[in-house]
């Protein structure tokens, strides 16, 4: 995924622009059925339920509940801890009636310890209510409707030299790339002190010989480094053993264009066989076809080295867990949020069960533009990549913010000062 520093996994939707396999419960959304639908300016993407209003049935995320949950809620609070966490809170969630960032935060701190304190399900629920708002979206439809696709976070063969059998790369932030300070959005590139012009094209880049010297890996084929590019960061698997992690650094202002949209309205791939596999099947019988599908394709991506330590790390800059983050448009959606997604999730054998569980809200992407539009991380590696591919079907979601009056008793823990050095005083 792409268009934030940090963002990561390979996001089907946004690598193919098609979905691969409907649901069996429910039906399989309408073609009719408009994900992209975006808000009046000014409107709200969540809508408070009343005091009369029936909440969601928590009874399969109570269920569901695990070390996973856990896990992504103390990444949840260490965002909300880092000072980043409130200076970003207002450009990201412009919509103050929501929440504030000493709710949002002490929304975790608060139902985590519901969390520990409650051992069956009718306490936690009943101590959850009291003290919780609940906020439904209004999704596409207004009606609550979702479409939740996945993503996963891939590894790849790469060397650091251009070796025979790698010979495609990435590349380093060019230092004449112009963003903006705040939303890491791309402005264009800057050729004098006083202008800033639009980035040439994906083919004019690669041809020119322009990003000469900026190389940062090499991949076996074409096809690789572009899904990288996609995917927004990745684990290199480097000759020897070695590990490198790249990821995210900024990329040009060209426009998005999917290379499976492309692929399909060429007639390559028909809509209903297209996937990852299908077009990596189609690039080894065909490379110079795909090549000229992936030049379509004009935001071109820039990489940096990062610590592996928090990998896969989505665009709050924590680490992702497997299905309990979720990816969501950050200018309607509240970052980091606690969420309940109800939904139903692919299998390996690509049949669909109930997904009814506890989410938090911290990654963003490229194709996730919409409140109708989600994406659930599936994982790391070829597995989770079977998950990702098999994931298209719509559900709704709901957010849950602590009442005003709970904020100030479960504030986040105070940092502890440091100790002075051995042998001085203050």
């Not at 996973?68 to 970003?88: F, G, I, V």
């Not at 890491?184 to 004098?192: D, E, L, N, Y």
């Not at 610590?307 to 969501?328: E, I, M, N, Y």
């Not at 079977?386 to 602590?402: D, N, P, V």
Request: aromatic fraction near 12%; hydrophobic fraction near 40%; proline fraction near 8%.
């Amino acid at each position: 995924m792409q268009g934030c520093k940090h963002i990561i996994g390979i996001s089907i939707l946004a690598l193919a622009n098609f979905a691969f396999q409907g649901c069996e419960t429910p039906p399989e959304p309408t073609p009719t059925a408009d994900f992209a639908h975006q808000l009046a300016p000014g409107e709200c993407a969540l809508r408070k339920l009343g005091p009369d209003e029936a909440w969601p049935d928590l009874t399969g995320a109570w269920k569901s509940r695990d070390a996973y949950l856990q896990e992504a809620l103390a990444q949840d609070q260490t965002w909300y801890e880092s000072p980043s966490s409130r200076s970003r809170f207002p450009q990201m969630f412009p919509f103050p009636d929501v929440c504030t960032w000493d709710q949002a935060s002490s929304s975790i701190i608060a139902f985590r310890q519901i969390l520990n304190d409650n051992a069956d399900q009718a306490a936690f629920t009943s101590a959850f209510k009291q003290m919780f708002d609940c906020w439904q979206t209004k999704g596409w439809n207004g009606k609550g409707g979702v479409l939740f696709t996945g993503y996963f976070s891939p590894e790849f063969k790469a060397s650091l030299t251009k070796v025979p059998g790698f010979e495609f790369p990435v590349y380093k932030r060019p230092k004449d790339l112009e963003t903006d300070p705040v939303t890491g959005k791309a402005i264009g590139r800057r050729v004098s002190e006083s202008e800033v012009v639009p980035w040439p094209s994906r083919a004019e880049i690669n041809s020119s010989g322009m990003l000469k010297g900026l190389e940062l890996a090499w991949f076996p084929t074409a096809l690789d480094a572009y899904i990288v590019q996609i995917n927004g960061s990745a684990k290199l698997l480097l000759p020897g053993g070695k590990v490198m992690f790249i990821g995210y650094a900024g990329a040009t202002d060209g426009e998005y264009v999917g290379l499976g949209a492309s692929l399909v309205k060429e007639g390559m791939i028909p809509a209903n066989q297209l996937n990852l596999t299908a077009i990596r099947r189609l690039y080894e019988k065909d490379p110079a076809t795909v090549e000229k599908m992936i030049d379509l394709n004009n935001r071109f991506v820039f990489f940096q080295n990062y610590d592996g330590k928090t990998w896969p790390a989505g665009s709050l800059g924590v680490k992702v867990t497997d299905k309990v983050t979720v990816a969501t448009d950050k200018s309607v959606y509240p970052p980091g949020g606690l969420m309940f997604v109800d939904t139903q999730a692919s299998t390996y054998s690509g049949s669909k069960q109930p997904f009814q569980r506890f989410m938090l809200d911290q990654d963003t992407g490229g194709a996730i533009r919409a409140p109708g539009r989600a994406d659930i991380f599936m994982g790391i590696g070829p597995s989770a990549e079977i998950l990702a591919g098999g994931q298209y079907c719509e559900g709704t979601l709901y957010y849950f913010f602590l009442k005003p009056e709970y904020v100030s008793q479960y504030p986040l823990p105070a940092k502890k000062a440091k100790a002075p050095a051995a042998g001085k005083t203050g």
